[in-house]
């Protein structure tokens, strides 16, 4: 299974970006889909989830200013980002896990993994 993430760049405070995370190859229709940030010397965390219902989660960090969306019959998924903080700064990856619904666990423990896009946030 091979996830590519891309989208990532550098933006001003306030600015938006759009993630993209492809999957050739694989059908995402069964797949809980996470987006994940991480910064140097800190944790890997979840700041997104979609399950394959269409049920979504958000961390509270960044509920309201980001969506998750997926595309099944372009096996992509995509992360909305707007209002966009310098705090928002990482690389950010995605993963995929037929472990449903979305949690930690599964992702970590059977989830397949794209490499990091990286976002900055500056002026």
């Known amino acids: 299974v091979q996830l590519q993430a891309s989208g990532g760049g550098l933006v001003q405070p306030g600015g938006s970006l759009r993630l993209s995370c492809a999957t050739p190859g694989t059908t995402l229709d069964y797949y809980a889909i996470g987006w994940f940030r991480q910064v140097p010397g800190k944790d890997r965390e979840r700041i997104s989830c979609?399950?394959?219902?269409?049920?979504?989660n958000y961390a509270d960090s960044v509920k309201g200013r980001f969506t998750v969306s997926r595309d099944n019959a372009r096996n992509t998924a995509y992360l909305e980002m707007n209002s966009l903080k310098p705090e928002d700064t990482a690389n950010y990856y995605c993963?995929?896990?037929?472990?449903?619904?979305?949690?930690?666990?599964?992702?970590?423990?059977?989830?397949?993994w794209g490499q990091g896009t990286l976002v900055t946030v500056s002026s």
């Open positions: 993963a995929i896990t037929s472990r449903t619904p979305c949690s930690d666990h599964a992702f970590f423990l059977s989830g397949y």
């Open positions: 979609i399950n394959p219902d269409g049920r979504t």
